[in-house]
Every structure is written in C-alpha cells, then in structure tokens.
T-cell receptor, first 109, second 113 residues
Framework: GQNIDQPTEMTATEGAIVQINCTYQ??????LFWYQQHAGEAPTFLSY??LDGLEEKGRFSSFLSRSKGYSYLLLKELQMKDSASYLC??????????WGAGTKLIIKP | IAGITQAPTSQILAAGRRMTLRCTQD?????MYWYRQDLGLGLRLIHY???????GKGEVPDGYSVSRANTDDFPLTLASAVPSQTSVYFC????????????FGPGTRLTVL
C-alpha cells in the first residue's frame, strides 16, 4: 500500500528552528510537495523536490532523500504566523498526489 | 474572480438528499481535482479531470459524481448524501496534467445528518 508518515503535532518557540519530517512508501515517485494550511483555510504551496538535496526558499527549506524515502521541511526564525499544519504529499506512478495527514505546528512566544 | 471559488461555504444536509458543490477557476488551468479532508486523515482524492470533457476516479469516488463541461467549472454531486460524507471538501486546479502545483479553493464544510 501507499503510506505517508508525519508527526501529528509539534511545538516550537518563536524565533527558533523546527524540522518537520516526512517518510513515504509509494508506488513510484514523481516528486514531493510541502503545503501549509492554516486552520479553517485552504492548503497553499510551499515547496517541491524531485531531486535529492536541499531546496532553500527564504526562511523555509525542504530536503529530499529518495533512497531513504524521506523528506523534511525546515523552518527558521519561527514567527507566530507559522502556526499551521504542514502537509507532505508525494506524486505516485500515476502522477496523483498521495497526502500525509499533516503536522500541526504550534508556536509559543 | 481571482483563483478558485467554491460554493456554498458550508451546508447542513439531510441524509438522502442530493447536493451539488460548485467549483469555478479563472486561471485557465487544464486539470481540476476534488478532495475531502477529514480529521486525522490526509487529503483524499475523490475525482479529477485532466482536461475539459474528461474525468477520472480518485481514491474515494463512491457516492460522488463529477462533470467537466468546460475549462472553468468542475461541480461535484452527491446523489444521495450519507452521514459518512460529512467532511470539508476542497476543489483544486493545476496548470498541467502532470505533477504541478495545485491551487486550492477555500473549501466547503458539509454536514450530513
């Protein structure tokens, strides 16, 4: 079967750094996406990795290791507005996205 | 309109009733999708359309139908609603039919009693 695993919830302090992990087992691999979803709102795109390595975009970075079926999202200089759920999604062999249940990130002052 | 709109925002529906959730995008995207999101579960694909005139089944299509008569609109119909269809429904679109960034509508919160 296809499976995406993420921690259910994480807590971090404003100004700190947090790493959200995602492991996956899918039929084929056609890229990995990270989306942000604030409570009661729609998911919005954060990053896309298709090759191994680190992609940096401002305060957010995303890493991929295809051999390990592993990715992480790194958030630096945390702000209160970063309190949200972070969704990991993997493109399978049919080019459909398989979604993880999301990690709820709580930022404390 | 800019992006994707969905209607209604929320709805309470009696079991057995028919309901159509509307979705319209103005980005001229080829592909459109319907997902449901339930607490503790990831987004699950209900139906998709790679281009106007074509549709396909996703992971959880039973009890739902879609049509894609034109590029902009992608309605989702529940023929006879059941309580297990209580969920938040998101419509999304992407430019290409391969893997591409998906843009989501604001969602419809549906409660079936």
């Amino acid at each position: 079967g296809q499976n995406i695993d993420q921690p259910t919830e994480m807590t971090a302090t404003e100004g700190a750094i947090v790493q959200i992990n995602c492991t996956y087992q899918t039929s084929g691999f056609n890229g990995l996406f990270w989306y942000q979803q604030h409570a009661g709102e729609a998911p919005t795109f954060l990053s896309y990795n298709v090759l191994d390595g680190l992609e940096e975009k401002g305060r957010f970075s995303s890493f991929l290791s295809r051999s390990k079926g592993y990715s992480y999202l790194l958030l630096k200089e945390l702000q209160m507005k970063d309190s949200a759920s972070y969704l990991c999604a993997v493109g399978d062999s049919n080019y459909q996205l398989i979604w993880g249940a999301g990690t709820k990130l709580i930022i404390k002052p | 309109i800019a992006g994707i709109t969905q209607a209604p925002t929320s709805q309470i529906l009696a079991a057995g009733r028919r309901m159509t959730l509307r979705c319209t995008q103005d980005m001229r995207h080829n592909a459109m999708y319907w997902y449901r999101q339930d607490l503790g579960l990831g987004l699950r694909l209900i139906h998709y359309s790679n281009t106007a005139g074509t549709t396909g089944k996703g992971e959880v299509p039973d009890g739902y139908s879609v049509s894609r008569a034109n590029t902009d609109d992608f309605p989702l119909t529940l023929a006879s609603a059941v309580p297990s269809q209580t969920s938040v429904y998101f419509c999304a679109s992407s430019d290409s039919t391969g893997l591409d960034t998906q843009y989501f509508g604001p969602g419809t919160r549906l409660t079936v009693l």
